[in-house]
């Protein structure tokens, strides 16, 4: 999808990203229309391990502040607020979680 493509949603999308491990994953890797507003990001309630979301360099909460994501422990849930929810990664400490998300 080009950078300058028009892919505004008119309806909602919603997918999932499953085995998101100790290297970054992208977590909407299969989106195919631009958001209105963001990303509802949720953490799947039977993860064992924190997942931890930012961008592409995301680390699970052990390297700088600069790196660090944004913790997502089981259950829990974060609305990002982009225009490209391609640009949002997953990361974790140890071990593999999955999130869902919901694009509007």
Not at 12 to 22: E, H, P, R, V
Request: glycine share 10%; proline share 4%; with cysteine.
């Amino acid at each position: 999808m080009a950078a300058d493509e028009d892919y505004t949603s008119t309806t909602l999308q919603s997918g999932s990203k499953a085995s998101i491990g100790t290297t970054a994953a992208a977590i909407c890797g299969t989106i195919v229309k631009k958001p209105r507003q963001g990303v509802l990001i949720k953490a799947l309630s039977t993860n064992t391990v924190v997942v931890y979301i930012g961008p592409s360099t995301v680390t699970a909460g052990v390297a700088a502040a600069s790196t660090d994501g944004y913790p997502l422990a089981a259950g829990e849930e974060v609305f990002i607020f982009c225009d490209n929810p391609l640009t949002l990664y997953g990361v974790t400490g140890s071990s593999t979680a999955t999130v869902h998300f919901l694009i509007n």
